[in-house]
């Protein structure tokens, strides 16, 4: 086993002062391929974009980790990981295992020598407008594989991914991945993650899939990855949480045009918010999803629009074309 002394890798551990960073730390020191510094940017340097470039530029290694503090890393993952950097290699990946939606990515290891020649850029995707950037450089992003694991589900894992998925945690998570979605046009990636989470066996999965419909409506293309911090959106739907009555049936879309089936289910979003039957609303969003087809989609995503605004007065009459863009060819 190489020593710290001999490794041509490092680690940068990004944190915004959670109490999981020493035990992100505990899984760095305990890799195979030891790294030769970790390197600590905390949260006085924010947002996303602004603290690893500052990592990066500390880094005196050819290779570097980004280790988040929520991260609990395999003892090999920089071992296999490292494997995987060959000649025109840029950036080799790993996914995580994940309690909120079963496999997400990634943990990255980076060549050094990309963040000189284009550092991760001031955008709501800091992360892939960085992938592309290198990649116009000539550089690839490699996926990292491996099999050893407990079930086929969790293959090519390198560790896990452990934040405190609290309610307020998974809204403004997936709020900000509407607005990413959004800013790339990113149609499959919005529907993929609706549907995993419709599946998540998670109490407040749901609470996602509102904050997702509603990070479509943002217009926000700068970098905001930072602290969580409360949403007056999530604060007004909090007290759907609550309830533990029994659900109501669920009901089926029906066959409207598209932007009809919006209008009624965000209508019926703004009744289960004023109602105060969350139980309800999961068991509805639930069905919908189940059923896959393209009018279900959009009827849930009318139900989670309704669900965040409220009020039928705070509603734009262009909403529609906003999920038409998303949804429909």
């Given amino acids: 086993m190489p020593s710290a002394s001999h490794s041509d890798v490092s680690a ?3 944190t915004v002062g959670e109490d999981s960073t020493e035990r992100a730390v505990a899984a760095v020191r305990g890799q195979t391929l030891p790294p030769a510094e970790i390197i600590r940017v905390d949260e006085h340097v924010s947002p996303f974009h602004r603290a690893l ?8 290694t050819e290779y570097f980790v ?18 995987a950097m060959g000649d025109e290699i840029g950036i080799a990946a790993g996914a995580l295992r994940d309690s909120l939606m079963g496999k997400v990515c990634c943990v990255k290891m980076f060549r050094t020598r990309c963040f000189r020649e284009f550092p991760a850029p001031d955008s709501i995707a800091p992360d892939t407008d960085f992938v592309a950037g290198i990649r116009n450089n000539g550089w690839k992003l490699i996926h990292a594989l491996r099999y050893r694991c407990d079930s086929p589900a969790h293959w090519h894992t390198l560790g896990s991914h452990e934040p405190d998925y609290t309610p307020e945690y998974i809204y403004s998570k997936f709020l900000m991945a509407g607005s990413r979605v959004r800013y790339r046009n990113d149609s499959s990636s919005f529907v993929r993650l609706m549907r995993r989470l419709g599946r998540s066996e998670h109490s407040a999965a749901w ?5 997702l419909v509603e990070g479509l409506f943002r217009a926000v293309t700068r970098d905001m990855l930072g602290p969580i911090r409360e949403t007056g959106r999530f604060a007004a739907l909090s007290h759907l949480l609550d309830d533990d009555g029994e659900p109501g049936p669920a009901r089926e879309p029906s066959a409207a045009p598209p932007d009809e089936v919006f209008e009624a289910w965000r209508r019926e979003g703004v009744r289960f918010r004023a109602s105060g039957a969350g139980r309800s609303v999961r068991h509805q969003l639930a069905a919908l999803l189940h059923r896959g087809d393209l009018t279900s989609l959009v009827a849930a995503a009318g139900l ?22 998303m949804l429909l060819p």
């Fill in 53 to 60: 470039n500052h990592g990066a530029a500390r880094v005196k």
């Fill in 207 to 211: 609470i996602g899939q509102v904050a």
């Fill in 12 to 14: 940068v551990v990004l």
């Fill in 304 to 325: 989670c629009r309704g669900l965040a605004s409220g009020e039928e007065s705070n509603v734009k009459e262009d909403d529609f074309a906003v999920i038409r863009e």
């Fill in 66 to 83: 980004q280790v988040d503090a929520d991260m609990v890393l395999d003892p090999d993952c920089f071992a296999v990981l490292r494997e």
